[in-house]
Nanobody, 121 residues
């Protein structure tokens, strides 16, 4: 499975971004797709994941109600819609694939390269 994340950028607080993760590989539809973020000097944090049926789960309380995860199975795409962005959302955002339902980054099998999101105040 290969993953490629895109859509990051520099925005002002209150604005929105949509991150995309393009997945490829014969078995990609079997995987649960997740988004993580990692700020400089901090641990990698689980944001959200979506299973093969499109059901999403969220990690941090700080993103609930602002972020939405979705999956386009036909095109092997996963999206993270981020609204009402805050400076604390600044991080590298990474998409990942796992066969199990987990929030632990070490249990994800495949990773994209990450996309930088910077939110200015």
């Amino acid at each position: 499975v290969q993953l490629q994340a895109s859509g990051g950028g520099l925005v002002q607080a209150g604005e929105s971004l949509r991150l995309s993760c393009a997945a490829s590989g014969r078995t990609v539809s079997m995987y649960r797709m997740g988004w993580f973020r990692q700020a400089p000097g901090k641990e990698r944090v689980f944001i959200a994941a979506v299973d093969w049926s499109g059901r999403g789960t969220f990690g941090e309380d700080s993103v609930k109600g602002r972020f939405t995860i979705s999956r386009d199975r036909a095109n092997n795409m996963v999206y993270l819609q981020m609204n009402s962005l805050k400076p604390d959302d600044t991080a590298v955002y990474l998409c990942a694939a796992s066969l199990v339902a987990t929030t632990q980054w070490r249990q994800y099998d495949f990773w994209g390269q990450g996309t930088q999101v910077t939110v200015s105040s």
